[in-house]
Nanobody, 118 residues
Framework: QVPLVESGGGLVQPGGSLKLSCAAS????????IGWFRQAPGKERERVSC?????????YADSVKGRFTISRDNAARNTEYLQMNNLKPEDSAVYYC??????????WGQGTQVTVSS
């Protein structure tokens, strides 16, 4: 059983927005580093963001900086969100979250497909 489940993907036009969710079942995300990754066809999986498990600060890949934002469900503390604005066709990929900011990682979920197209 994978620890995290992604959802919220879909088809959006360039310039549009999507909000992805990364949900833990049975535990909170407190203290865990959370990485968001994406993989487009024919390309390697790349990290989009990393939230530190100790400081809670988030860093972003240059390609998404200023457009993507991480937030947490402060009530249940078991969900992290990836708000994606001003989406571009090159953002199209399957998006994954992980209890790690580094690879390799062996507990991937199904991911959620994001397609940016007119």
């Amino acid at each position: 059983q994978v620890p995290l489940v992604e959802s919220g993907g879909g088809l959006v036009q360039p310039g549009g927005s999507l909000k992805l969710s990364c949900a833990a079942s049975g535990f909170t995300l407190d203290g865990y580093p959370i990485g968001w990754f994406r993989q487009a066809p024919g390309k390697e999986r790349e990290r989009v963001s990393c939230t530190s498990g100790t400081t809670g600060s988030t860093s972003y890949a240059d390609s998404v900086k200023g457009r993507f934002t991480i937030s947490r469900d402060n009530a249940a503390r078991n969900t992290e969100y990836l708000q994606m604005n001003n989406l571009k066709p090159e953002d199209s990929a399957v998006y994954y979250c992980a209890l790690s900011c580094i690879l390799p990682y062996n507990y991937w979920g199904q991911g959620t497909q994001v397609t940016v197209s007119s």
